[in-house]
Nanobody
């Protein structure tokens, strides 16, 4: 199994920045990609960004390109989500997910981001 722990959420004013972290442990050798998703109250879960574990190929939701940057530190088994120019509509629970061999996906517990206007 893979365990994921997110951190870095909090309350920030509009225009500010936050960096979220997602640390993976356990069978990390089985991970082939990691994603960030977010979900606001009453809304569907939304894809934010994804990275391949080996090659570092990164993909973003079109609406977030230019403001959000995903990266990874393979030595620390950690991925990051740098969020700049935050807007109130970015308020949501942010979750990381790890895709492993066999099609299984593991999820973290999430970290809350609140952007005040």
């Amino acid at each position: 199994q893979v365990q994921l722990v997110e951190s870095g959420g909090g309350l920030v004013q509009a225009g500010g920045s936050l960096r979220l972290s997602c640390a993976a442990s356990g069978r990390t050798f089985s991970i082939y990609g990691m994603d960030w998703f977010r979900q606001a109250p009453g809304k569907e879960r939304e894809f934010v960004a994804a990275i391949t574990w080996s090659g570092g190929s990164i993909d973003y939701a079109d609406s977030l390109k230019g403001r959000f940057t995903m990266s990874r530190d393979s030595a620390k088994n950690t991925v990051y989500l740098q969020m700049n120019s935050l807007k109130p509509e970015d308020t949501a629970g942010y979750y990381c997910a790890a895709a492993v061999e066999g099609g299984v996906q593991y999820w973290g517990q999430g970290t809350q981001v609140t952007v005040s206007s």
